[in-house]
């Protein structure tokens, strides 16, 4: 004989914690001056993105990308603190990575690692990068952490 729960008494399917973008306001504050680099980010890389439409369609770089929207995937989690401009991000997953945030000048900014969108570039936005594993350690652009999920 089958001895099974009632559908009431069964524990709720585990749903994957959202990993939505966060963004920490006017970092560093009042003794930061206007387009300077917090000192924890000046060896971070530089990433600018131009939303002209004379770029539209070029392939982005390391560095650089060109246009108005594009889509992304983080891969790692990344860090970031911009400098200028503005953009969107749009998560193509709501209920995985939260609705769309803003970012903008003296925002600190944190890409969780597997989120999908698209950027929407509002004004050319410059901001400096860097990526960390599970753990929070620094890493390099190039390396493979998938061995080291941390989630």
Known sequence: RHSMAHPSLR????MPKPRPITVVRNFGGKRLAENAVPTSCVDWSKWECDPSPKFAGRKPTRGFAWGAAFPWHFD???????????ATLIPDDTAAHGGAVT?????????????????????????????????GLRVDEASDDDDEDGW
């Open 11 to 14: 524990p709720p399917p585990v």
């Open 76 to 86: 790692k989690e990344e860090k970031a603190f911009v400098v200028q401009g503005s």
């Open 103 to 135: 970012i903008g000048p003296r925002d600190m900014v944190t890409f969780p690692r597997g989120w999908k969108g698209q950027w929407q570039v509002d004004e050319k936005i410059v901001k400096y990068y860097a990526f960390f594993d599970g753990k």
